[in-house]
T-cell receptor, first 112, second 115 residues
Framework: EDQVTQSPEALRLQEGESSSLNCSYT??????LFWYRQDPGKGPEFLFTLYSAGEEKEKERLKATLTKKESFLHITAPKPEDSATYLCAVHPRGTSYGKLTFGQGTILTVHP | GAGVSQSPSNKVTEKGKDVELRCDPISGHTALYWYRQSLGQGLEFLIY????????KSGLPSDRFSAERTGGSVSTLTIQRTQQEDSAVYLCASSLAGGGGETQYFGPGTRLLVL
């Protein structure tokens, strides 16, 4: 069974304190891995798509990396406005084209 | 450009009533998806539409749930005889095509509360 596990469940950082969020996945094959940000009361906002091990993508203070078993979302010098829930999802091979499997998310809080 | 829109934003209903939730995808996107997000749970896939193909209904939790997509654009998710466990946020997403690995863009969701 395809599984996605995110850790930690919650992370509290001071402004400027860099850290990483982890997304471990178990799938028979990977079509794509997606990172989303979700603010309270809103829908998930797309951040990155990664397709193959070794791939990296960056956007402002965020950098996503991918290995064969996990993905990391690195946050450099975070600001309070980076506070949100970060969701990881995988699109396994051999499944419906539409079916993403999501992790439970990491709730990030950045204190000023 | 305009993103995915959903209506209503919030819906409160009584147990046993039927509800309809609407999704308007991004213009030009041929694939449309419905997910459910319950308190403390991750996003759960419900149904997927791609063009004129038969929808993938494998995630619908019971036969009280149904969805249709008219004219390849707007979609309606219908829940009949609502139960309290149906209370959740219902999210719609769309993608340019459904070829696998496509990025899905989400709407703001409809928050459903069944009393």
């Amino acid at each position: 069974e395809d599984q996605v596990t995110q850790s930690p469940e919650a992370l509290r950082l001071q402004e400027g304190e860099s850290s990483s969020l982890n997304c471990s996945y178990t799938v028979s094959g990977l079509r794509g891995l997606f990172w989303y940000r979700q603010d309270p009361g809103k829908g998930p906002e797309f951040l990155f798509t990664l397709y193959s091990a070794g791939e990296e993508k960056e956007k402002e203070r965020l950098k996503a990396t991918l290995t064969k078993k996990e993905s990391f979302l690195h946050i450099t010098a975070p600001k309070p406005e980076d506070s949100a829930t970060y969701l990881c999802a995988v699109h396994p091979r051999g499944t419906s084209y539409g079916k993403l499997t999501f992790g439970q998310g990491t709730i990030l809080t950045v204190h000023p | 450009g305009a993103g995915v829109s959903q209506s209503p934003s919030n819906k409160v209903t009584e147990k046993g009533k039927d509800v309809e939730l609407r999704c308007d995808p991004i213009s030009g996107h041929t694939a449309l998806y419905w997910y459910r997000q319950s308190l403390g749970q991750g996003l759960e896939f419900l149904i997927y539409f791609q063009g004129n193909s038969a929808p993938d209904k494998s995630g619908l939790p019971s036969d009280r749930f149904s969805a249709e997509r008219t004219g390849g654009s707007v979609s309606t998710l219908t829940i009949q005889r609502t139960q309290q466990e149906d209370s959740a946020v219902y999210l719609c997403a769309s993608s340019l095509a459904g070829g696998g690995g496509e990025t899905q863009y989400f709407g703001p969701g409809t928050r459903l509360l069944v009393l």
